[in-house]
């Protein structure tokens, strides 16, 4: 048995040197030229010309990229009401960065295997999204696993069965496990409930409900808008770069497929997110790669809502327990991977700071650093969770409302695409969410709800 690849053994082709000067990059940034990928690799590293981070420098970045965020998006700090609701954690694909899936024979009737993992049915889905609508959030986010018997629709369902060899497209029929997921379309019309927007299906995702097939991802983004799919969340593309993927994911979709499903989505008519996963075996030449291709992508669709920086959780995962990386990224990179991404993205309104993957108080800092949107509420949280992130998985209004007060900024709830707006007044509480269907402003849970849900998370 070959021994795992360790973080001694990584040699990249693409590595963080240029001829540009840091001082030249800088200057570019302040005066709001278009950056390049040297320019992006000098800020993120404070300067190729030296070892290590220049702190001086690193601020200068930081303050940079704050007036930028302050010039383009003002001083309002956004939020949403919105619900995770993973449908599984099955999944075949094993990703080293992941501790989220559960390999998918354990779910199987015939396996002697207790799984650690989920699987909901439509219904279940609908409950627990119906439950949260009827609270008041306006959003539920679902990412799920690649189950082995998921299918985009009925049709699907036929082609995959009548399959010579389901083993080669990672198929087996629902009768082969506890719980089946239904199909795709049959969890986003469940999901679909009193005009709640949902926000779902990955490229990796899109890149399952095709498999076996001739089907291009604009036929799967059609019949998952006709079923209820409002938006497509911009995840998985981690580093968009092969050299890297190879190392992470290889089993993942590549960057070029990715790239293909995302203009696909915006063809059909989605707004999307996009996102980045760093501080694993990465450097600072594939972060600002992968900028790059997420700001020529913005330049083709112009459907990008938000750019989202995800820090690599990295305790529980693979890459951690196999001595492949010793840890994750440094609050100075973090700092820096938000603040570049505002001066770099030039053509995508808003930057998000994600205080799960952050925490608070970090991430009230990234909110001064070129960030202006603060996630939501989550009301369930259990990819990160997972993974090792210790940082709960609930935010109330309230939270938000003190949170942002703290910084001196104004406290916004928005919708999905930004387009509706509250300011609320933190001298009138309570605070409660009010875009939503059912949406009154009572705060979504009650105070020994929220008690209930911290105790749980700290054990």
């Known amino acids: 048995m070959e021994r795992p690849v360790t973080e001694a053994d990584l040699s990249f082709e693409h590595v963080p040197e240029t001829d540009q000067s840091f001082e030249n990059a800088l200057a570019k940034a302040r005066d709001g030229d278009r950056l390049t990928v040297d320019d992006a690799i000098e800020l993120l590293t404070t300067g190729t010309d030296s070892e290590g ?12 990229a704050d007036r930028r965020r302050a010039e383009e998006v003002g001083e309002e ?32 009737r015939e396996t002697e295997i207790e799984t650690a993992g989920f699987t ?20 539920v986010t679902s990412v799920s696993g690649l189950h082995p018997a ?24 629902p009768e082969a496990y506890e719980t089946s997921p239904g199909t795709y379309t049959d969890q986003i019309a469940a999901m679909s ?11 990796e995702e899109a890149y399952h409900a095709r498999r076996g097939t001739d089907w291009d991802y604009e036929e799967v983004y059609s019949r998952l808008q006709a079923a209820g799919l409002d938006t497509v969340p911009g995840t998985a593309a981690e580093i968009l770069v092969e050299e890297v993927r190879e190392v992470i994911c290889p089993g993942k979709i590549s960057t070029d497929g990715w790239l293909e499903a995302m203009e696909a989505a915006a063809s059909v008519g989605f707004d ?28 083709r669709t112009g459907a990008i809502t938000e750019f989202v920086p995800l820090s690599f959780i990295h305790q ?5 327990e196999h001595d492949v990386v010793a840890g994750g990224a440094s609050t100075d990179e973090d700092e820096l991977m938000i603040a570049v991404s505002r001066l770099f993205l030039d053509n995508i309104e808003h930057i998000q700071s994600s205080w799960v993957k952050y925490g608070d108080e970090h991430g009230l800092k990234l909110l001064n650093c070129g960030a ?58 309570p605070f409660g969410p009010r875009l939503g269907p059912n949406a009154d402003g009572t705060p979504l849970l009650t105070r020994e709800e929220r008690e209930t849900r911290a105790s749980r998370s700290t054990k």
């Open 53 to 64: 981070l220049d702190r001086q420098r690193k601020e200068r970045v930081l303050e940079a």
């Open 77 to 108: 700090v956004t939020f949403i009401a919105n619900l995770n609701n993973n449908v599984t954690t099955a999944c075949n694909v094993g990703c080293l960065f992941c501790n989220f899936k559960d390999a998918a024979h354990t779910f199987e």
């Open 120 to 139: 909901k049915t439509p219904a279940e889905s609908r409950e627990i999204v119906a439950d949260a609508v009827d609270r008041g959030i306006y959003e």
């Open 150 to 173: 998921f299918a985009l629709d009925d049709d699907h369902r036929e082609i995959l069965e009548a399959h010579p060899n389901p083993k080669e497209i990672n198929y087996k029929p």
């Open 193 to 203: 409930v009193d005009d709640v927007h949902v926000h779902s299906m990955t490229p």
């Open 272 to 299: 999307m997110t996009a996102t980045i996963m760093y501080g694993h075996v990465e450097n600072e030449a594939h972060r600002a790669m992968h900028l790059q291709r997420v700001r020529e992508l913005q330049d």
């Open 316 to 320: 529980n995962t693979p890459l951690y």
């Open 372 to 429: 202006d949107d603060y996630m939501g509420t989550i009301l369930s949280e259990e990819i990160t969770k997972r993974a090792g992130g210790g940082y709960g998985e609930f935010r109330s209004f309230a939270d938000y409302v003190e949170m942002i007060t703290s910084i001196g900024r104004v406290p916004v709830e928005r919708s999905t695409d930004y387009e509706t707006r509250r300011v609320i007044d933190p001298d009138e509480p």
